[in-house]
């Protein structure tokens, strides 16, 4: 089967759409319909369902998709060896990132294809469950996780972000400069989703809090606002309140925790070209200071 079938397939896990697969891969709505039915006669069985929503895959396009992905990312990297032995330096790479992460990606692209502008990009945002996902099924070749949730890929650390105690303004604490968590048993607390907020965690767990969990949420900034109308505190990582500081109390830590964020692969034996290149500079770069 034509690998261009392959590539459609992926498209429409992606973006959950026939209709974005047709207009990226410059094809008509009835031809994408045409190359799945293809596929389906080929591997005996319905790939997609549609709805409302979009599409989804079924038991069957679950099982196909890490072979896909494989398969597209060998003969990437054959394009790539190809372009690299002709002195070319081109290459695809799919990069994993998290919401926070997002504020450094701009400058990490920018300052990469200053040096190899052959070199494209595919982002890929979601949550740590998310990208976890996409580095074992080979969506994406890079992922940037918090090494408090990394299952077993290859981890290169890149920086730590310091974890603060984030309460409502007004609240009285015994310190205006740090905040030991000890002094916040028995208080209501807001949790993101563990996918969310594995280090907050963590960290309750570590000091072994008895703290009364009133807030399950899934983003920082409905967690900023359960904090901000007096629901309870919660813990955060620095990076996350980029843009939230001045909303709510801000205190660090005491003792200092925090979460360590690193660039993952699946393989680090398995890479092709361009993405060494990119993982080479991911790790190279000068984050500065976190805030």
Not at 93 to 116: E, T
């Amino acid at each position: 089967m034509d690998t261009f079938n392959y590539r459609v397939f992926l498209t429409i896990v992606q973006y959950n759409s026939f209709q974005k697969a047709a207009e990226l891969h410059n094809v008509t709505p009835p031809a994408i319909s045409h190359i799945i039915k293809q596929m389906e006669q080929e591997f005996g069985g319905t790939l997609f369902i549609r709805n409302r929503r979009g599409v989804t895959l079924t038991t069957t396009g679950e099982s196909i998709l890490p072979l896909i992905s494989s398969i597209i990312q060998k003969e990437d990297m054959l394009f790539q060896y190809l372009s690299d032995l002709n002195g070319l330096e081109k290459g695809h790479v799919r990069l994993g990132i998290f919401n926070s992460m997002c504020r450094y990606l701009p400058d990490l692209i920018y300052g990469f294809k200053a040096q190899y502008p052959n070199i494209t990009f595919e982002i890929y945002q979601g949550s740590y469950e998310n990208i976890i996902d996409w580095l074992k099924t080979g969506v994406v070749d890079i992922g940037f996780l918090s090494e408090t949730v990394n299952p077993h890929f290859p981890f290169y650390r890149i920086f730590a972000d310091p974890l603060m105690c984030i309460l409502r303004k007004g609240t009285k604490t015994a310190s205006d400069s740090e905040i030991s968590l000890e002094s916040l048993a028995d208080v209501r607390f807001i949790m993101q989703r563990e996918s969310c907020d594995a280090d907050a965690s963590r960290i309750i767990d570590k000091l072994n809090l008895d703290v009364r969990t009133v807030c399950h949420v899934v983003d920082d900034k409905t967690t900023v606002e359960m904090v901000k109308a007096g629901f309870g505190f919660a813990i955060m990582p620095l990076l996350t309140m980029y843009g939230f500081e001045n909303e709510v109390k801000m205190l660090p830590i005491s003792p200092a925790e925090e979460r360590v964020i690193g660039a993952c692969v699946r393989d680090m034996h398995d890479l092709a070209p361009a993405v060494r290149k990119v993982l080479e500079f991911i790790r190279n770069y000068d984050y500065g200071k976190v805030y």
